[in-house]
């Protein structure tokens, strides 16, 4: 398949060494900077290996637009990358509809659940994350004036935060039940070993040898994490068949029914679903909250354009001594803070949550952009490259919250082929909205989108 009928070979990239191609430099945390580095130098698509397993590496936005849509020109769901997040959804070896490559199973679960994700139900679960971002503010301040050096480390306490909104807001679990450290512990475990084995897939065979106690602990975690989705299983069933008007997540997967036979899907096929929103609501949020915090406490000029924000909206005692007091943050509020929301678009642009995201393989010969490929390649449309690229931004490594404010379009990076790049005040830019990538939102710097 490296013959003269396919363009593989014609693809640029780095050289790579005898044997193990580009795995010596992809063993580093940050391999995500690695592949952003190879596709601001090569281009929109190029190529690398890891051993024998060609992999195509796309950063350019129409191109990414075509492969991961539904229509000419587009690639499968299947792919080797995703299973590997089967160790933080399920320790029963199946897989949820974030790693599956069934087709029918994911649309069942997408299609079943959606309406817990309208805007009533996100409105509704708005309440339950405004009682709890207020009490960890709360917490904060006490931890931050008794602490010695005076600073507090957000990451887990935003996990943790994230953790109980999810469980609370979504499944109506009692959290006087649930130990959200352990289970925030447990869920970083498995995330660091799924991250490990994306980058040497023989992994497994090697580490139980190597390091015992390490895969012990990987066990152990995965086991908490089993607990915890069994007690959400348990507790849904036995609240019974929910009314048709109860639209919230859990009630909606208490509705999924088995294509095949008609009945509820069983304790072995829910397992894994639970897992995986549980793991989404997790770590996707909970990272972006945090290098949201990191962008803001590191420029006193954002910090300042927040406050004054706030301050106009009502939101933020002005220090004066005549201020009123501040009222509630409500949910209309949100739409109504631009700079804000630029600020929160801007760190999502540079800290992708889903970094290394979307991945497919060839299931039969395919055009990829201008070069024909052979069936069994993997074809990375990559949410970290495409959002931080050279060729699609304009100085893409500065936060700059104005790229927002002064040109909306930039949402969506340009084409590689377009003359102005996103981020710039001229022209317009296209978007690939409609497909996995569309979104600025799509995706952190840690390739299994669980943070730096």
Not at 238 to 250: F, M, S, Y
Request: proline share 6%; glycine share 8%; net charge neutral.
């Amino acid at each position: 398949w490296l013959g003269p009928k396919y363009d593989l070979l014609k693809i640029p990239g780095p050289p790579g060494y005898w044997g193990a191609g580009h795995i010596p430099y992809l063993m580093r945390p940050d391999y995500h900077v690695q592949a952003l580095e190879w596709a601001d130098k090569y281009g929109g698509i190029c190529r690398f290996s890891l051993g024998g397993q060609h992999i195509v590496l796309v950063s350019d936005p129409q191109l990414v637009q075509t492969l991961l849509g539904r229509g000419a020109g587009s690639l499968s769901r299947k792919s080797i990358g995703y299973q590997f997040f089967d160790l933080a959804t399920n320790h029963l070896g199946r897989r949820s509809f974030f790693t599956t490559t069934d087709e029918e199973q994911w649309l069942l679960i997408r299609k079943g659940t959606a309406q817990a994700f309208s805007q009533a139900n996100i409105r509704r679960y708005f309440t339950c994350a405004l009682k709890h971002a207020q009490g960890l503010a709360e917490q904060v301040k006490i931890t931050a004036s008794t602490s010695r050096a005076g600073c507090v480390e957000m990451q887990e306490q935003v996990e943790m935060m994230l953790l109980d909104v999810f469980l609370e807001g979504l499944f109506e679990i009692d959290l006087r039940r649930v130990n959200s450290e352990e289970v925030g512990h447990a869920m970083n475990t498995v995330l660091l070993e799924a991250n490990e084995r994306i980058k040497f897939p023989l992994r497994k065979m090697f580490v139980n040898m190597v390091s015992p106690r390490w895969s012990y602990k990987v066990w152990q975690a995965q086991h908490v994490l089993g607990n915890l989705y069994e007690r959400i299983y348990n507790t849904i069933r036995a609240r019974g068949v929910p009314p048709e008007d109860e639209t919230v997540l859990w009630a909606c997967l208490a509705r999924l029914k088995d294509p095949a036979t008609g009945k509820p899907l069983t304790k072995q096929q829910l397992l894994p679903e639970i897992g995986a929103f549980i793991l989404a609501g997790f770590d996707t949020s909970s990272h972006t909250i945090a290098w949201c915090l990191f962008n803001v406490a590191a420029s006193p000029e954002v910090q300042r354009r927040i406050k004054s924000e706030l301050s106009a909206a009502g939101l933020l005692h002005a220090g004066q001594a005549n201020c009123v007091t501040p009222r509630q943050l409500s949910y209309e509020d949100l739409p109504r803070l631009p700079y804000l929301n630029a600020v929160i678009d801007e760190t999502m642009r540079m800290y992708p949550v889903a970094a290394t995201g979307s991945v497919r393989e060839t299931t039969a010969p395919s055009q990829v952009g201008p070069y024909k490929i052979p069936e069994g390649i993997v074809v990375w449309p990559m949410i970290y490259a495409l959002q931080n690229s050279t060729h699609n931004w304009e100085e893409p490594g500065k936060f700059m919250p104005e790229r927002w404010l002064d040109n909306r379009d930039c949402a969506y990076a340009t084409s590689s082929s377009s003359s102005s790049p996103a981020g710039s005040s001229s022209g317009s830019n296209s978007s690939p909205s409609g497909s996995e990538a569309g979104s600025p939102r799509a995706g952190s710097p840690r390739a299994d989108g669980s943070g730096g």
